[in-house]
């Protein structure tokens, strides 16, 4: 009984596993050229790739936005890196459109 029950609960997990969504979005290195506080309070920013034709924008709950905000500034200061994860894009040479948010944002 015991080893029947552990066998189902090993098949529901490989189950559950199989059957997860698969994860979308990329990974891709780029550099801010521009970050903008507009008036209205929210936060955008210019990149050299993904975000060179339109703003894209740091949403997300307000400390989300504040490290956000801070890790744009230090990345632009140094002409350091930034890895966005992008769930909208297929591959790190496409443009986002206008207000792209990414997912999270990595200081390189």
């Known amino acids: 009984m015991i080893v029947k029950k552990l066998f189902l609960g090993a098949a529901t997990l490989l189950s559950l596993t199989l059957s997860a ?7 891709c290195l780029d550099k801010v050229t521009e970050v903008i506080t507009h008036s209205n309070g929210r ?14 924008e740091i949403k997300g709950d307000t400390t989300f936005v504040k490290q956000a905000y801070a890790t744009l500034l230090l990345a ?29 944002i990595v200081l390189k």
């Open 21 to 27: 969504p698969a994860r979308s979005g990329i990974d």
């Open 43 to 56: 936060t955008f920013f210019v990149t050299q790739n993904a975000c060179s034709n339109y703003w894209c």
């Open 76 to 104: 632009k200061a140094t002409s350091g890196t930034i890895l966005f994860r992008w769930q909208n894009l297929t591959s790190c040479d496409a443009k986002n459109e206008g207000y792209a948010v990414p997912e999270f």
